[in-house]
């Protein structure tokens, strides 16, 4: 079972990782920093951005309970 949870956990995080990088810059950050705020308006639509919020936060939210679940059984 620990074996198990240790995948979805390493599943879970490579995924957070991803949709937190598919998230549009808001600028005024090390992104802009290095050059990459050239395209400004090349963002997605709301809907799109309002839907990628809401799986990173739900990804996060399992991410924090097979955190939990892992130390609680190790």
Do not use: C, K, P, Y
Not at 4 to 27: D, N
Not at 33 to 40: E, L, V
Not at 43 to 57: I, M
Request: proline residues 0%; aromatic residues 2%; positive net charge.
């Amino acid at each position: 079972m620990i074996a198990a949870l240790v995948v979805v956990h390493v599943l879970l995080s490579l995924t957070l990782i991803g949709l937190v990088l598919m998230h549009r810059g808001q600028g005024g950050g090390l992104s802009d920093m290095f050059g990459g705020g050239a395209g400004g308006g090349l963002g997605g639509s709301a809907v799109v951005e309002r839907n990628l919020s809401r799986l990173t936060v739900a990804a996060a939210i399992l991410f924090g309970v097979t955190n939990s679940a892992l130390v609680v059984l190790l």
